[in-house]
């Protein structure tokens, strides 16, 4: 418990000690760090939703049918599948072969098969950065799934039956009975997922390692930190990482103390 | 809750139909790494996987005729088979690139000097020539051919066996495992005691310390990495394995700690008052009672922490370097997909060897996961 404590002391002081403004300055001046910015907006928007919705989805589906056990499982496993082990996965999906010949990655196979050209995917502005944000939603869904089908599993029986008394549609029932009461758990879904892409790293490290204008900030901090050794750029995008969790542990905090009492 | 009134059996089939939707959709990608893992190389570059199960038609890359030569009157012999470890069955062939259907199986072509070369259905061809074929370039052969699925472990071997073409995958596996078990380990000692004290017993401070262990679950580790390096630099851990362990316990242990607290909060209070009268000491509360009573909170925190570190690329490439001889599974594979990009069967059955251990853990204790997840988020 000490342990933590100090470190807790160290991860915020130290990172805190590092930053001078002069790096914020080479910070900003930087287009890709803007890159990162934006790039990390749109995965703080794309992924955490459909990740979320997908789970909605997937935890009301198979809740009603006699194998959704064994659905629930396999939705949920790429969970147990590293980033790294992910990002190879897809990338069999995104490969390209050149014209002419049988193309072996999926996607190109679809896409030729429906008169489309082979395309380079990860390297197709801007759609490439929304072929990263698939895998991790495809990682994330399980999640998102297993809390909130306990979640739904969790409203109150009656409320329900008095909503089919009363002559509603399954999805009306759906929309207007069980999403709000089980909206704080879907905030919480919600904020989970935000956390793990704003540390996101691994899938774009592996995948184009921020070329193709698909950088985001982790992976540029660890540009700046590992490979460039510039650590008070690196220190600075940190921080700026820091300030974007910040609200999320002030809700966190706060509601932990709620519960406390 | 198929008890409700007013299902309509339409509805359900369509259920039934999307559940299988998103399912096939979830599990494709991976089903597509473990078949092409099983795959030659040339069948990988040739062909999407989802073809590997099916009975393939297809052209054939060019094969070039070898075999002893052996003299039968005035003619000089080579025969053979053009496919001695599959079933393919040709149905067309030629001996150049321009006309590469121009025979049908069992014709015999006429090449020049009049040499002539048949290939039979099967695969088996005879070479016949009025010179000796010694010292002289064998013709190649083109075939249009039907292929059954055909799968190899052979992948397997050549990456954990082979130090070049698996670039050291065992060595990997092996670094990866050192990482995972004592950084699964060491936190659940040390958050125990935590976990207990914050939960169980009075003392000053301990909502601020709560307060603060929930605060850092949300902390991203990136702010920590170059203060704790500097830190283990300057204490004289260094990079290695102990100081992975170290950092790996530093970030796993907020989780930890809410984990089990949580889960020990709600555990009876009568039963820790009555071994307080007995006359029990804290130690012994916590021992005999709170740890065993805690095992579900400890399994799925385990599973949480081993996942977590097995599956971790950063801290290991933070604090164990880029060495070949410390990288681990994930490092490895980056590199992999840098340098061997186009080599899928090495990198399939790489990614496989990486992703096995955790997905058989999933599978295996798959309950504790989910109850620790509850754990968690749900409150």
Redesign the interface.
């Known amino acids: 418990m000490f342990a933590t404590l100090w470190l807790s002391l160290t991860d915020r002081d130290q990172g805190g000690a590092f930053v001078g403004l002069a790096n914020y300055r080479t910070m900003m001046a930087d287009a890709k760090f803007w890159e990162a910015m934006r790039n990390n907006m749109l995965w703080l928007v794309v992924v955490p939703a459909m990740s979320t919705g997908f789970g909605l989805l997937a935890a009301q589906l198979t809740d009603r049918i006699s194998w959704g056990n064994f659905a629930k499982s396999l939705i949920f496993m790429p969970m147990a599948i590293s980033f790294v082990g992910a990002s190879v996965i897809w990338k069999l999906i995104y490969d390209t072969r050149p014209e002419g010949t049988d193309q072996i990655g999926i996607l190109n196979a679809l896409w030729v098969n429906m008169g489309g050209e082979p395309q380079q995917w990860l390297t197709l502005i801007p759609w490439n950065n929304f072929l990263l944000m698939v895998v991790l939603i495809w990682i994330q869904t399980g999640f998102a799934m297993v809390i909130l089908s306990a979640a739904l599993r969790g409203i109150p029986e009656e409320t329900i039956e008095a909503a089919i008394i009363d002559g509603a549609s399954p999805l009306q029932i759906f929309f207007k009975i069980k999403v709000p009461q089980i909206m704080s758990t879907i905030v919480v879904v919600w904020t989970t997922i935000t956390l793990v892409v704003l540390k996101i790293f691994d899938i774009v490290l592996a995948m184009t390692n921020g070329q193709w204008e698909t950088q985001v900030l982790a992976n540029y901090m660890y540009d700046k930190l590992f490979r460039a050794f510039d650590w008070g750029v690196g220190s600075a995008s940190a921080m700026v990482i820091m300030l974007l969790v910040t609200p999320i542990l002030v809700w966190n905090v706060r509601n932990a103390r709620k519960e406390m009492r | 809750?198929?008890n409700?009134?007013?299902?309509k059996s339409t509805?359900?089939w369509a259920?039934?139909i999307?559940?299988?939707v998103?399912?096939l959709a979830?599990?494709?990608?991976?089903l597509?790494?473990l078949v092409?893992s099983f795959r030659t190389s040339d069948q990988?570059?040739?062909?999407?996987?989802?073809?590997a199960l099916t009975t393939q038609e297809?052209q054939l890359p060019a094969i070039r005729i070898n075999g002893q030569e052996v003299q039968e009157a005035d003619l000089y012999v080579i025969e053979g088979g053009l496919f001695p470890d599959s079933d393919t069955t040709v149905t067309a062939w030629g001996t150049s690139s321009r006309a590469p259907e121009a025979h049908a199986a069992g014709d015999t072509a006429e090449l020049k000097d009049g040499a002539r070369l048949t290939v039979a259905g099967d695969g088996a061809f005879r070479l016949t020539g009025g010179q000796s074929w010694e010292g002289q370039r064998l013709p190649r052969v083109f075939t249009t051919a039907a292929t059954p699925p055909e799968f190899t472990l052979s992948n397997y071997t050549n990456v954990l066996t082979s130090d070049t073409a698996g670039a050291g995958i065992a060595n990997a596996f092996i670094n990866t495992l050192t990482v995972a078990i004592p950084s699964t380990i060491i936190p659940i000692l040390?958050a125990a005691?935590?976990a207990y004290?914050?939960a169980w017993m009075d003392f000053p401070g301990r909502?601020l310390?709560?307060?603060?262990?929930?605060?850092?679950?949300?902390?991203?580790?990136?702010?920590?990495?170059?203060?704790?390096l500097?830190?283990h630099n300057a204490i004289g851990i260094g990079k290695g394995y102990l100081g992975v362990w170290l950092a790996h316990?530093?970030f796993g242990?907020?989780l930890a700690?809410y984990l089990l607290r949580n889960y020990m909060v709600g555990l009876p209070r009568d039963i820790i008052e009555n071994a307080r009268v007995d006359g029990a000491t804290e130690f012994q509360i916590f021992i005999k009672i709170i740890l065993p009573l805690s095992f579900p909170a400890l399994a799925s925190f385990a599973i949480f922490q081993f996942?977590w570190t097995?599956?971790?690329?950063?801290i290991a490439?933070?604090f164990l370097g880029t060495d070949d001889s410390t990288l681990v599974l994930?490092g490895r594979?980056?590199n992999l997909?840098g340098s061997r990009?186009g080599q899928?069967e090495i990198?399939?059955t790489?990614?496989f060897v990486?992703?096995v251990v955790?997905?058989a853990?999933?599978?295996a204790m798959?309950k504790y996961?989910?109850r620790g997840?509850?754990a968690g988020?749900?409150?």
């Not at chain 2, 409700?4 to 299902?7: D, E, F, K």
């Not at chain 2, 979830?26 to 991976?30: A, M, N």
């Not at chain 2, 929930?214 to 991203?220: A, K, N």
């Open positions: 809750m198929d409700i009134a007013g299902q509805l359900t259920v039934h999307a559940v299988l998103l399912v979830w599990v494709f990608p991976t597509g790494l092409s990988i570059s040739t062909s999407g996987w989802w073809a297809g040390v005691f935590a004290a914050l909502s310390l709560i307060a603060a262990v929930v605060g850092l679950l949300v902390v991203p580790l990136q702010l920590a990495l170059i203060p704790l500097q830190l316990t530093g242990l907020p700690i996942l097995w599956n971790d690329l950063l490439l933070v994930t594979l980056v997909m990009g899928w990198l399939a790489s990614a990486s992703i955790p997905l853990v999933f599978f798959q996961l989910v997840l509850l988020s749900v409150k």
